[in-house]
């Protein structure tokens, strides 16, 4: 059965700051991990990352994957209010179309 | 694009009675995925279609609970008899690749 453990559970910062949101895996055929962040409402799409090494970016996000050691970073530099939200991680196998999604990382910000 | 659409956003209800939650997938879109989220347990999947068929559904949690698919462009998911312990966010997602899932708004259900 695929696994996605999340840490920290919860983390409170200040913004400016820079968080690091970490994502661990146990996954039979690896095909993809996806980040999404969730705040009020819909998860929304963030990153698809499936090869090691390769930093994804967008804006003040970004986020690379190691296969080696089976896990995810989510870096988000000089946060904002707005960033506050769940992220979620979640991981694709080859056998099927279902993401398996981690517990979620829930991040406040403060002014 | 409207994105994936759901209703009711929000639905109350009293024990025993028949829920029908809705979903509009993405346009061109053959996958789609209706999804229980609770704090307890976080996002589960409950079933999934690809190409209107149902193609797994063993995280649907017991035989109250059914889903269909009826066309390319409509989805439910239904609860007979309901009970408390089906209070939860139901999310519906479709994707056209076969990664990267586009959420709905999510219909909040109470059961009391």
């Known amino acids: 059965e695929d696994k996605v453990v999340q840490s920290p559970l919860s983390l409170v910062v200040h913004e400016g700051d820079t968080v690091t949101l970490n994502c661990s895996y146990e996954?039979?055929?690896?095909?993809?991990l996806l980040w999404y962040k969730q705040e009020k409402k819909a998860p929304t799409f963030l990153f698809m990352l499936t090869s090691s090494g390769i930093e994804k970016k967008s804006g003040r996000l970004s986020s690379i994957l190691d296969k080696k050691e089976l896990f995810s970073i989510l870096n988000i530099t000089a946060t904002q209010t707005g960033d506050s939200a769940v992220y979620l991680c979640a991981v694709r196998n080859n056998a099927g179309n279902m993401l398996t999604f981690g517990g979620g990382t829930r991040l406040m910000v403060k002014p | 694009d409207a994105g994936v659409i759901q209703s009711p956003r929000h639905e109350v209800t009293e024990m025993g009675q028949e829920v029908t939650l809705r979903c509009k997938p993405i346009s061109g879109h053959n996958s789609l995925f209706w999804y229980r989220q609770t704090m307890m347990r976080g996002l589960e999947l409950l079933i999934y279609f690809n190409n209107n068929v149902p193609i797994d559904d063993s995280g649907m949690p017991e035989d109250r609970f059914s889903a269909k698919m009826p066309n390319a462009s409509f989805s439910t998911l239904k609860i007979q008899p309901s009970e408390p312990r089906d209070s939860a966010v139901y999310f519906c997602a479709s994707s056209e690749s076969l990664d990267i899932q586009y959420f709905g708004a999510g219909t909040r259900l109470s059961v009391l």
């Open positions: 996954v039979t055929n690896f095909r993809s």
